[in-house]
T-cell receptor, first 116, second 114 residues
C-alpha cells in the first residue's frame, strides 16, 4: 500500500537558518504530493503541492520538487522565521477506485521550532 | 468564504457512551473525507463520500464507527460504545469536484474518552 516517511523531529533552528525536511514515499500509481502545515491551535492548511514528476511546488518561501527517480518530495526554505514554527506533514494522494484522486496518506509529521 | 467547520470542537465522553461529530463542508464541495489523528501522529483516513454516496469506508477501525451524509452536504461521524483508544482528533476535509486533489480541512474535534 501507499506510505509516506518523513524526517522525525523535533527540529529546532535559529531565525534565518536554512530548513530541509526530508520526505520519501511509496505508491502504486501516480500520486500527487503535498505538504500540509499545522500551526499551534489551528487546523491543517495546504502549504504546497505538486501533481507530476519534476513539478516544483512553492508558497511562502517554501519549495519542494517532485522527484520520481528518488521517490522524494523534500521541503526546503532558505531562511526560516519564528512564525514558521509549526508541525509539517508530507502527504500523497493516489488514484483511487473510479479514477478519482481521493484519500490522503500522511507522514507522521515534523515539529519545527524557530527561535529568535 | 466560509471554510470547513466542525462541531463540537472538544468532546469528553465516558467509556461506553455514544458520540456524534458533525462536519459542515465548504458549500458546493462534492467530496468529503474523515480522518483520525492520534496524538503525535499524522492523520489517518477513515471514510470518503462523494455527494451522499459513501464510496470508501475501508479506514473505519471497527463496526462501532459509522458515518453518513444523507443530503450530500453535512456529514456526521458516530462512534458507538466509545473506548479509550478512540481518543483522538477527528478531522473532516472537503474538496470541490470529483477528481480534485486539494482537500480543505476543518479545525477538528478533539475526543477524549475517560
Amino acid at each position: 500500500g501507499d506510505s509516506v516517511t518523513q524526517m522525525e523531529g523535533p527540529v529546532t533552528l535559529s531565525e534565518e537558518a536554512c530548513l530541509t525536511i526530508n520526505c520519501t514515499y511509496t505508491a502504486t500509481g501516480y500520486p500527487s504530493l503535498f505538504w500540509y502545515v499545522q500551526y499551534p491551535g489551528e487546523g491543517l492548511q495546504l502549504l504546497l503541492k505538486a501533481t507530476k514528476a519534476d513539478d516544483k511546488g512553492s508558497n511562502k518561501g517554501f519549495e519542494a520538487t517532485y522527484r520520481k527517480e528518488t521517490t522524494s518530495f523534500h521541503l526546503e526554505k532558505g531562511s526560516v522565521q519564528v512564525s514558521d514554527s509549526a508541525v509539517y506533514f508530507c502527504a500523497l494522494s493516489d488514484i483511487g477506485s473510479g479514477g478519482s484522486n481521493y484519500k490522503l496518506t500522511f507522514g507522521k509529521g515534523t515539529l519545527l521550532t524557530v527561535n529568535p | 468564504g466560509a471554510g470547513v467547520s466542525q462541531s463540537p470542537r472538544y468532546k469528553v465522553a465516558k467509556r461506553g457512551q455514544d458520540v456524534a461529530l458533525r462536519c459542515d463542508p465548504i458549500s458546493g464541495h462534492v467530496s468529503l473525507f474523515w480522518y483520525q489523528q492520534a496524538l503525535g501522529q499524522g492523520p489517518e483516513f477513515l471514510t470518503y463520500f462523494q455527494n451522499e454516496a459513501q464510496l470508501d469506508k475501508s479506514g473505519l477501525p471497527s463496526d462501532r464507527f459509522f458515518a453518513e451524509r444523507p443530503e450530500g452536504s453535512v456529514s456526521t461521524l458516530k462512534i458507538q460504545r466509545t473506548q479509550q483508544e478512540d481518543s483522538a482528533v477527528y478531522l473532516c476535509a472537503s474538496s470541490s469536484v470529483r477528481g480534485s486533489d486539494t482537500q480543505y480541512f476543518g479545525p477538528g474535534t478533539r475526543l477524549t474518552v475517560l
